[in-house]
């Protein structure tokens, strides 16, 4: 599509192509379809803008402060004094050149160029990714405070939106939640007609304490001593100063006896292959989550998902014959519900099949695009 000369900059906290990432990918498709010119700021490099520039955008690396745990330590809090101020001036050039006609902030763990897109006059959508009810409240109200600086927030989830308000509730006439969009593989791979063993159990996310691995694997461990043979694949990496993590997990797999029936894939950029050799993915976050952008790849993918039935995952699940809902970090009762699978096997294929229709209606990528490109840029004026 010919541009129409409106530019509008994206401001993204990353560079991987987890989650929010790939969601970033298609709010920024949605904008150059819509026929703006899009800029993208990214603190670093990484496989995201390869993928922002196949679609259309450009990308610029810019220091910028990125509120992350780690500011907690003073040598944290000092890298991202140190990142504010020499990330400043490259900000408020960018903000003037590339975001004339819209600035989308993508996660609220960026609010500078919240504030500083509204002092230089631009119309600002920052797009809330994060939901943690069970952080103090002081934390989330201080994190939620610069999004009252947008003219248009966008929310993940209605438990985004719920926990969002549950901070500053004068934000609820700007938050307009919009499910994320999904595209499916191009071939749905059905499962196995018949459930031969091994049982193949996937896990898909962040190799970190929050996602859970932990409890698949010791899920995993119950299943070998119910006489189940299950092997289990974990697709993901650690953030960068989480390695002891991995460490952690290495040792559980070990402890256990378990190395000959745990494979650790790493990132794996494109899901639909390892889903497709898998027979049932397991989501087992520990704490609150926005939404679930991986149990919703797992139904695209047409295989029984057992998922935390906490926060936004219990709505990304809702509606799915095929999905369980199991408690977080409970082993034995994740190791019951793979167990269900396995003696239901033929319902179990089925009913995931069948779900596969629904999803693909709930997360349809072109109508995520084109509401995302709408916000961007409507008129409107913040209160």
């Not at 995201?48 to 809090?77: I, Y």
């Not at 890298?79 to 902030?105: Q, S």
């Not at 889903?275 to 087992?284: E, G, S």
């Not at 003696?343 to 596969?356: G, K, T």
């Amino acid at each position: 599509m010919t541009a129409t000369g409106r530019r509008v900059l994206v401001a993204h906290p990353g560079a991987e192509l987890y989650g929010s990432d790939r969601m970033l990918a298609e709010s920024v498709s949605g904008l150059v379809e819509a026929g703006h010119r899009v800029v993208v700021a990214l603190p670093g490099s990484g496989p995201l803008a390869g993928e922002l520039r196949a679609r259309g955008a450009e990308v610029v690396t810019c220091r910028m402060p990125v509120l992350r745990k780690a500011a907690l330590r003073p040598a944290g809090l000092l890298a991202l004094v140190r990142d504010a101020l020499l990330g400043l001036a490259p900000a408020v050039r960018l903000l003037r050149a590339a975001g004339r006609d819209g600035v989308y902030v993508s996660t609220i763990t960026i609010p500078s160029w919240v504030l500083l897109g509204r002092l230089l006059g631009r119309r600002v959508t920052v797009h809330v990714h994060e939901a943690e009810r069970s952080a103090a409240r002081l934390v989330k109200v201080v994190l939620a405070l610069p999004v009252l600086a947008a003219h248009a927030v966008v929310v993940n989830s209605r438990y985004s939106r719920d926990v969002l308000l549950d901070s500053l509730p004068r934000l609820g006439r700007r938050a307009t939640v919009v499910y994320n969009g999904v595209a499916g593989p191009r071939t749905v791979t059905p499962p196995r007609a018949r459930l031969d063993r091994p049982v193949r159990l996937a896990f898909v996310g962040r190799l970190s304490p929050r996602k859970g691995p932990q409890v698949a694997v010791a899920a995993l461990a119950g299943l070998v001593e119910r006489g189940v043979d299950a092997h289990l694949q974990l697709l993901g990496s650690v953030f960068p100063g989480y390695e002891w993590f991995e460490a952690e997990l290495r040792d559980q797999v070990r402890d256990a006896g378990l190395q000959q029936r745990v494979h650790f894939a790493g990132f794996v950029p494109d899901v639909w292959a390892p889903l497709a050799t898998a027979d049932v993915v397991l989501i087992p976050s520990t704490v609150d989550e926005p939404f679930g952008n991986t149990a919703v790849e797992a139904v695209l993918a047409a295989r029984p998902l057992v998922v935390s039935d906490t926060s936004g995952l219990r709505e990304a699940g809702a509606g799915y014959p095929s999905a369980q809902a199991v408690e977080p970090g409970d082993a034995t009762a994740w190791a019951e519900a793979v167990q269900r699978v396995v003696d239901e096997w033929p319902r179990y294929r089925d009913q995931a099949v069948a779900d596969v229709r629904e999803a693909v209606r709930r997360h349809d990528p072109a109508r995520y695009r084109a509401e995302i490109a709408r916000l961007v840029t409507a008129p409107g004026d913040a209160a």
